[in-house]
């Protein structure tokens, strides 16, 4: 089994300082990379001086998440690829549970880790947690987080489960399956890519799983945080692309006309707040959402599943029956 670490980074110097170091102590058993996109910080050079078994890969331009890993990955050899935020810090013997699910079960072929605060390290972190999941209008939410509230890690999701998505901060995949699904959509450009890449996957009959004995700690929100309106853009617009390219037919029309009438809802809430650069964020989505509509109808596959994990709103359950944690969703129904 070979399998390559990939780091994505641009202008991180201070990331590859603080967490480089963990990632190269506790993953002997992997090659690690380091995909560049185009920093004009001293990344390389420090890699390089302190670093020098890493191998570097340097991408023309910053080309986001999704084509920054579509075209990196064009250049690593290995079965398994572990795609690594460069904000995260790796605990000892975090490979060796994902390796062993990749061989135990072979329609596996997208892994996540458990996901914990690196701030606060007993609390879940927001972009994972302990596996992701969508509710039946394509909101993303996950077990450990729902919304904005994150639960304390109390060992309530210590398990082996198969999930929806797993998060893009630590992403395991076969990289056959990464290269037969065309990789990421790289017109995503960041948020939600890896959401749509499990989706296709699922769509294709495999499985994604979260494995609780692989830990890792993210730092979160260090390329875009979140109050950024710019990171509020490309999830509302991306979210309806994805829903475009892979929601069952006879259901597609019906959730993405409910999904734009709660993103205006979301909108209106921002503009209440103060909060006017949020809501033309998801005006633009909106826009750009149009623009791109009958391009991303064309790259539907030929099998949209007709189930997935879509029990009922996760808006309603958080906001209306005031459920902010993920045991709590299916009980009392």
């Known amino acids: 089994m070979k399998i390559a670490i990939v780091i ?5 110097i ?27 910080d001293d990344s390389i050079s420090y890699i390089k001086t302190f670093f020098p078994a890493i191998n570097i890969i340097r991408n023309e331009s910053n080309l ?6 579509n075209e990196a990955l064009k250049n690593v050899d290995a079965e398994f690829y572990a795609l690594v ?47 992701g999941f969508i509710d039946q ?7 450990g987080r729902i919304f904005e509230t994150l639960e304390k890690d109390e060992g309530q999701y210590n398990d082996n489960l198969t999930i929806f998505w797993a998060s893009g901060a630590c992403f395991f995949i076969r990289s056959e399956i990464f290269k037969q699904l065309n990789g990421f ?38 390329t875009l945080q979140q109050g950024n309106p710019t990171k509020t853009f490309l999830n509302f617009r991306n979210s309806l692309l994805m829903l ?13 006309l409910a999904r734009m009438i709660l993103d205006g809802v979301a909108a209106f809430q921002f503009l209440i707040k103060g909060k006017p650069s949020h809501f033309l964020a998801i005006l633009k989505a909106h826009g750009s959402f149009y623009g791109f509509f009958k391009k991303y109808y064309k790259k539907r596959t030929k099998v949209q599943i007709s189930k997935y994990y879509n029990v009922e709103s996760i808006v309603y359950s958080y906001y209306i029956r005031k459920i902010t944690v993920f045991n709590e969703l299916f009980r009392n129904r």
């Open 244 to 256: 475009t390219k892979n929601l069952p037919k006879n259901k597609l029309l019906k959730i993405i």
């Open 185 to 222: 959509d790289g017109e995503f450009f960041a948020h939600q890519e890896e959401i749509d890449l499990c989706w296709r996957a699922i769509n294709e009959g495999y499985n994604i799983k979260y494995n609780s004995k692989s830990i890792v700690y993210h730092v979160g929100g260090a």
């Open 137 to 143: 209008y394509g909101y993303p939410y996950c077990r």
């Open 64 to 69: 986001g998440f999704a084509g920054g890993y």
């Open 8 to 12: 994505l980074n641009w202008n991180g």
């Open 85 to 131: 935020n460069s904000d995260i810090e790796v605990t000892e013997n975090w490979l060796k549970p994902i390796l062993v699910t990749f061989v135990n079960e072979p329609r596996t072929v997208i892994i996540q880790p458990k996901i914990l605060d690196y701030k606060n390290k007993d609390y879940f972190e927001y972009a994972g947690a302990a596996g």
């Open 14 to 40: 201070l990331l590859l300082e603080k967490f480089l170091p963990s990632i190269v102590k506790y993953s002997q058993e992997a090659s690690i990379y380091v995909a560049d996109n185009a920093s004009t």
